[in-house]
């Protein structure tokens, strides 16, 4: 157990160090990062006192040293629009990010979940079949589509909804649907291989044998085992909730990360955008070593695997 | 001879492939719509009735023919620049299919051949392959090319190397595991005793048998590409305006959106919509024609 912790842990870290220097190396190969790190319309003097400032003119292991340690301390740069820290900004931004994705993810499921249990249950019937439409559908648009379809039905025509902001559930509604709609198809193909193949293994086969009413066979027996990789697909997916955002986000300008991050975009404020990658990365990086380490909690098998 | 075996390879490709399309279940609307939307993309300056990039100010929000005040002139009605929206669907259609298909196989290629290095030649390879594999596998991919498009700034060409730079982890991590499998078979033990060196097994042995695999991921990362490439126009940092892009169109109909012009919103999306579902229903399908061992991604 703390060997596989260890292990899981070592690599996390390994990603973590890849993720920065995969940042650091993108922003120096494709150009100047001065330019980047300048306000827009900055003297060629203002970028030489830049480049200097930051190092930008020493050797590239150097800068790296200086990246890296002024990430540790926690000094992500400053917004040039905002003219404060970024990770300020940021941490600011999440609660609302996360209230979205939370809703988003409440809805995936509520809607993933039990499709896709009927599908597995009814396999290869007309059910499956609409579930399987269903998930393509989900698959197959794009989440800012739905959105702006959503504004242009309940906002526009039926004056229901409000078309962006935040701070009522009505204005959380549409966002929710939008994001929700993608993982909704994710979850319930999940849901249906993985009733699928707690349906045909042995002890679902010796709860049938036993006789008892197929209703309890599947709510006992099958969806509780069915339902941990779907919870665990779950746990990830809300953190890349979080991330896909940014298009959601920008349709009905609600005020989270990925807002940040258009809005970083839009203003050309570089180092908003830097960290906002950064700090999205690092979350996936350590929600999913979080996630691991609890499946082998749970699950004596992978604990023993390796 | 190296000519003659390619010729029955691909000999043999095309005579299943006939076969296959003989076979129940065949995507035919998919594939005719695909078939469409590429004959649309390659004749898009026969086929648009007016130039897509040029409008006339005092024709701005035109609605559709059927609509009241539309004209025939704006068979599906005008932006706000006054742009034939027609028109800018037929030369969007060539933007998606263009980036599309060079993003996928950009990223196809790269990853194929990261995939089969990894996987034959194991060892320190193969762990440097697969942590950059893991880490990019784990960064979200939509932040990730957002990152990038702005870093680099925006360009068609941009697009296709961001995209393929993103997405051909996908291809490494399947690879790498159908190499890691036939590298056991006996032909491939053989082609070693046989004394053939690493690059000829990779090249003439592993190459041919996971190109099937490759084919597959291939369609339908499609639709995957597809939508990022919308999103990234339609966040600013794709194409390039006065480009018409399907999703550069989205952002422009924004515009319109709240007075009530749906043309600018749903026509597009409708766009984007068909050819990723007919990307989607020709990968599912061939996923489970060529590689029941797909069939769990």
């Known amino acids: ?306 | 001879m190296n000519g003659a075996r390619t010729a029955t390879l691909t000999a043999g490709w095309r005579l299943s492939a006939i076969r296959s399309i003989r076979s129940e279940g065949f995507p035919l609307i998919a594939t005719s719509l695909l078939g469409l939307l590429l004959f649309v993309a390659l004749f898009a300056n026969v086929l648009a009735p007016h130039d897509p990039e040029v409008g006339s100010l005092g024709e701005r929000f035109r609605p559709p023919v059927w609509q009241q005040g539309g004209s025939e002139k704006f068979l599906l009605g005008s932006d706000h620049l006054g742009r034939d929206v027609l028109s800018r669907l037929i030369f969007g259609a060539r933007v998606s299919v263009v980036v599309g298909f060079t993003a996928v196989l950009v990223a196809g290629v790269v990853g194929t051949l990261l995939g089969i290095l990894s996987g034959y030649m194991g060892g320190w390879v193969d762990q440097v392959i697969m942590r950059v594999t893991d880490t990019w596998l784990a960064l979200p991919a939509l932040t990730f090319a957002i990152f990038l498009a702005a870093v680099v700034g925006p360009s068609e060409m941009n697009i296709v190397i961001i995209l393929g730079l993103v997405y051909w982890t996908r291809y490494a991590r399947v690879i790498r595991g159908e190499v890691l499998s036939l590298k056991e078979r006996d032909f491939v033990r053989l082609a070693i005793v046989a004394g053939c060196s690493k690059r000829t097994i990779m090249r003439r042995h592993i190459l041919p048998n996971v190109l099937n695999s490759a084919i597959v991921l291939g369609t339908l990362m499609l639709g995957v590409v597809v939508v990022t490439e919308a999103a990234l126009s339609f966040l600013g940092v794709g194409v390039p305006p006065p480009k018409p892009a399907w999703g550069l169109m989205l952002a422009d109909g924004k515009k319109g959106l709240m007075a009530g012009y749906w043309w600018l919103t749903v026509l597009p999306g409708c766009c984007i919509m068909l050819m990723v579902l007919s990307a989607n229903l020709l990968g599912d399908w061939l996923r489970v024609k060529f590689d029941p061992q797909l069939r769990q991604l």
Do not use: C
């Open chain 1, 1 to 306: 157990m703390k060997r596989y912790i260890a292990q899981r842990l070592g690599y996390a870290l390994i990603s973590l160090a890849l993720l920065s220097v995969t940042i650091f190396l993108f922003v120096r190969l494709t150009g100047d990062p001065a330019v980047l790190l300048v306000e827009p319309g900055a003297s060629q003097a203002d970028i030489d006192a830049i480049r200097h400032q930051f190092g930008l003119d020493r050797s590239l292991w150097v800068q790296y040293g200086l990246f890296v340690s002024s990430l540790v301390r926690g000094d992500l740069g400053n917004s040039f629009y905002y003219r404060t820290p970024v990770l300020e900004l940021y941490l600011s931004r999440l609660p609302q990010s996360l209230l979205l994705a939370v809703a988003a993810m409440a809805f995936s499921l509520v809607i993933g979940i039990p499709t896709g249990i009927i599908a597995a249950v009814r396999v290869n019937r007309w059910w499956d079949s609409a579930g399987k439409v269903f998930a393509l559908l989900g698959l197959s648009l794009p989440s800012f589509w739905v959105g702006l379809l959503l504004i242009l039905f309940f906002s526009v025509y039926l004056g229901w909804l409000p078309s962006s902001g935040s701070g009522t559930a009505a204005h959380l509604l549409m966002p929710a649907f939008a994001l929700g709609w993608y993982f909704a198809a994710a979850h319930m193909r999940l849901t249906r291989s993985s009733m699928l193949e707690v349906l045909g293994s042995e002890y679902v086969k010796l709860a049938r044998l036993k006789g008892l009413p197929e209703a309890l066979v599947i709510s006992k027996h099958a969806f509780k085992n069915a339902l941990i990789p779907v919870l665990t697909l779950a746990g990830i997916n809300l953190v890349i909730m979080v991330n896909v955002a940014v298009v959601v986000e920008t349709v009905f300008a609600w005020p989270g990360i990925g807002r940040l991050m258009y809005e970083g975009i839009a203003f050309r404020d570089f180092p908003v955008v830097q960290a906002t990658v950064l700090l999205n990365g690092a979350m996936v990086v350590i929600v999913s070593l979080i996630v691991d380490v609890l499946y082998a909690v749970i699950d004596p098998r992978i604990r023993f695997a390796r």
